[in-house]
């Protein structure tokens, strides 16, 4: 699971570079979200509940986003970035999204 955080970190940081050098519509930063999308389901659908679960962080502006909050810290790191909750409802299930949203 640890692994699969820190790709999830990695990829989002390069995703946010991306963004800044070649704008949102880029094919890298495209690519970049959708990879990072892609590694955030595999580890809800590996690990949620009992391990990770989504919360809609309420502290966020703009577009309503989820944070994939780790039940245990790893490394001091308290979730696996965000989801927005748009993307969510498109790429889960309801049966998923009841699931992995159980605290």
């Known amino acids: 699971m640890e692994k699969l955080v820190n790709e999830i970190v990695a990829v989002n940081h390069a995703w ?7 704008g949102q519509d880029s094919p ?3 690519s970049s979200r959708d990879l990072k999308t892609c590694l955030q389901v595999r580890l809800l659908r590996s690990y949620a ?15 309503r986003l989820y944070s994939l909050c780790l039940r245990e810290p ?16 498109e790429v889960l299930t309801n049966k998923e999204l009841d699931k992995f949203t159980k605290i």
Do not use: N
Not at 49 to 63: C, F, N, R, S, T
Not at 74 to 89: C, G, K, Q, V
């Open 16 to 22: 946010k570079v991306a963004c800044e050098l070649f």
């Open 74 to 89: 790893m490394r001091e790191r308290l979730y696996a970035e965000h989801l927005p909750i748009r993307i969510a409802e």
């Open 49 to 63: 509940p009992e391990q990770v679960y989504l919360i809609e962080d309420k502290k966020a502006e703009g577009e």
């Open 28 to 30: 890298l930063s495209i």
